[in-house]
């Protein structure tokens, strides 16, 4: 059975570049309430651990620079099927490939500054809500 919550991060280029009011606007117009949110910046290190999957991958280390090179907006949002639905929402990695009307068309640069994040699953939704919020901040 699929969850009702996932995990997203505004990425440093989209919060440089004022985007911050833009996505929340087609977030909450896609139909997920935003249920925990702050701002923050990463160090070079808790972003290489929040990407550790993807440690082996050529782009790794551009994406842990990329990452912790200014602030970003962490959210956990709330939606039947949020998972698949946000991943719908945010479109293709790579920008050039994102469909019309997703967020990663309107305001992703690359494949790398790619505006948003988007959990990938349930259980990774639930790992990366606990990496970001305590208990007490996301009720
Ligand atoms: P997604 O963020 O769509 O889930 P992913 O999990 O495959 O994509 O990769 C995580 C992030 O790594 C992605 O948002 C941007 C960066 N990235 C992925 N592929 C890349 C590439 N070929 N070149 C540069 N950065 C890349
Ligand atoms: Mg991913």
Same mark, same amino acid.
């Given at each position: 059975?699929?969850?009702? +919550?996932?995990?997203?991060?505004?990425?440093?280029? !989209?919060?440089?570049?004022?985007?911050?009011?833009? #996505? #929340?606007?087609?977030?909450?117009?896609g139909?997920?309430?935003?249920v925990?949110?702050? @701002?923050?910046?990463?160090?070079?290190?808790?972003?290489? @651990?929040? &990407?550790?999957?993807?440690?082996? /991958?050529?782009? &790794?280390d551009?994406?842990?620079?990329?990452?912790?090179?200014?602030?970003? $907006?962490?959210? $956990?949002?709330?939606?039947?099927?949020?998972? !698949?639905? &946000? +991943?719908?929402?945010?479109?293709?990695?790579?920008?050039?490939? !994102?469909?019309?009307?997703?967020? /990663?068309?309107? &305001?992703?640069?690359?494949?790398?500054?790619?505006?948003?994040?988007?959990?990938?699953?349930?259980?990774n939704?639930?790992?990366?809500s !606990?990496?970001?919020?305590?208990?007490?901040? /996301?009720?």
């Amino acid at each position: 059975m699929s969850g009702n +919550r996932t995990l997203t991060m505004i990425k440093p280029n !989209a919060v440089a570049n004022n985007h911050i009011g833009g #996505i #929340i606007a087609m977030i909450e117009a896609g139909g997920f309430k935003v249920v925990a949110m702050k @701002k923050m910046k990463l160090s070079p290190e808790l972003a290489g @651990k929040f &990407y550790e999957v993807h440690k082996e /991958r050529p782009f &790794y280390d551009e994406l842990c620079e990329f990452m912790s090179s200014g602030p970003i $907006i962490p959210m $956990i949002l709330e939606k039947e099927n949020a998972v !698949a639905d &946000y +991943r719908e929402l945010i479109g293709s990695t790579d920008p050039a490939e !994102a469909a019309e009307g997703t967020i /990663r068309k309107k &305001y992703a640069k690359s494949k790398g500054e790619n505006a948003v994040h988007g959990s990938d699953s349930d259980e990774n939704a639930a790992l990366e809500s !606990a990496f970001f919020f305590s208990e007490t901040e /996301r009720f």
